[in-house]
């Protein structure tokens, strides 16, 4: 059965550095999006991508967060200039239409 | 962000019996439900949808009640089996210009007791 994979399941970072999370999305769908959960909170959701192009976003999704979709396969998350509080795990999700998957997460830890 | 509640955070059932897991909206503007099951450590599994055109959709043992009248829904685990055991999540999603964002409740942990 087709899913979602994330690399790499967990990034140990220090405060001002740049990450990059990365994400397989299933390979017929054709809607991405990136959600995050920080310890003992909801799932939130920070931005969808459809057309090559961000579709919406969230306040948590600012200038610091950016989106791409390098090749016809990957979806990445970057966030520039991480803060103590970026930490959390962070969740990829495609679909077809309504019904999104997920992948497993990527646990960001920033110290 | 309240617009999706689940007032329940944990919820025991004895194996073989019936699971009731409850969610609550307010934002008349949701037109789409799902629900995700959840391991520690894991992404949220996707278990089963409904429109709200519909009141009641079923997959194997799992069955998810809409009532639109009053923004509820619920998921019946039946019956319930221990590797139920999880943390399930309702998620509403409404119509925007191309791509659903999911806003999602705060979970249930569900144990079921052999």
């Known amino acids: 059965e087709p899913e979602v994979t994330q690399t790499p399941s967990h990034q140990v970072t220090q405060m001002g550095q740049e990450v990059i999370l990365r994400c397989v999305p299933i390979s017929n769908h054709l809607y991405f999006y990136w959600y995050r959960q920080i310890l003992g909170q909801k799932v939130e959701f920070l931005v969808s991508f459809y057309n090559n192009e961000i579709s919406e976003k969230s306040e948590i999704f600012d200038d610091q967060f950016s989106v791409e979709r390098p090749d016809g396969s990957n979806f990445t998350l970057k966030i520039r200039s991480t803060k103590l509080e970026d930490s959390a795990m962070y969740f990829c999700?495609?679909?077809?239409?309504?019904?999104?998957?997920f992948g497993p997460g990527t646990r960001l830890t920033v110290l | 962000d309240q617009q999706v509640k689940q007032n329940s955070p944990s919820l025991s059932v004895q194996e073989g019996r019936i699971s009731i897991l409850n969610c609550d909206y307010t934002n008349s503007m949701f037109d789409y439900f799902l629900w995700y099951k959840k391991y520690p450590a894991e992404g949220p599994t996707f278990l089963i949808s409904?429109?709200?055109?519909?009141d009641k959709n079923e997959d194997g043992r799992f069955t998810v009640f809409l009532n639109k009248s009053a923004k509820h829904l619920s998921l019946h685990i039946v019956p319930s089996q221990p590797g139920d055991s999880a943390v399930y999540f309702c998620a509403a999603g409404a119509p925007s210009g191309s791509a659903r964002q999911l806003t999602f409740g705060s979970g249930t942990q569900l144990t079921v007791l052999p």
């Open positions: 409904i429109s709200s055109i519909k």
């Open positions: 999700a495609s679909s077809a239409w309504d019904t999104q998957y």
